[in-house]
């Protein structure tokens, strides 16, 4: 298994970005899917997800109203829509991907649920 994230840069506050993450390896349209991200000196943390077999999304409180998970079952992938986007939005940004199995609920924000992960792309949001 395979997952390529691109699409981050330099942005301005307030600005947009839509991150993409594409999958070989496994159907992300039957998967759970998730964003991470990692800023310096921090812990991984959970921006968003997509429940496995289903369109049911969770995002951080940080980023609920900003930031949209869905899916690219054209692209076997998902995208990270972001907007409003603000400096402590800076950090590398990994998407993930669950194996067999199915998560509960709470076991999406937690990053051990994941086996899968792509190398990440880098988000900095400045002026």
């Known amino acids: 298994v395979q997952l390529q994230a691109s699409g981050g840069g330099l942005v301005q506050p307030g600005g947009s970005l839509r991150l993409s993450c594409s999958a070989s390896?496994?159907?992300?349209?039957?998967?759970?899917m998730a964003w991470f991200r990692q800023a310096p000196g921090k812990e991984r943390e959970f921006v968003a997800a997509?429940?496995?077999?289903?369109?049911?999304?969770y995002y951080s409180n940080s980023v609920k109203g900003r930031f949209t998970i869905s899916r690219d079952n054209a692209n076997n992938g998902v995208y990270l829509q972001m907007n409003v986007l603000r400096p402590e939005d800076t950090a590398v940004y990994y998407c993930?991907?669950?194996?067999?199995?199915?998560?509960?609920?709470?076991?999406?924000?937690?990053?051990?649920?994941?086996?899968?992960w792509g190398q990440g792309t880098l988000v900095t949001v400045s002026s």
């Open positions: 993930a991907g669950t194996g067999a199995g199915n998560p509960i609920i709470s076991s999406y924000y937690q990053p051990a649920t994941y086996p899968y």
């Open positions: 390896g496994l159907t992300s349209s039957r998967n759970g």
């Open positions: 997509v429940r496995k077999g289903t369109t049911s999304t």
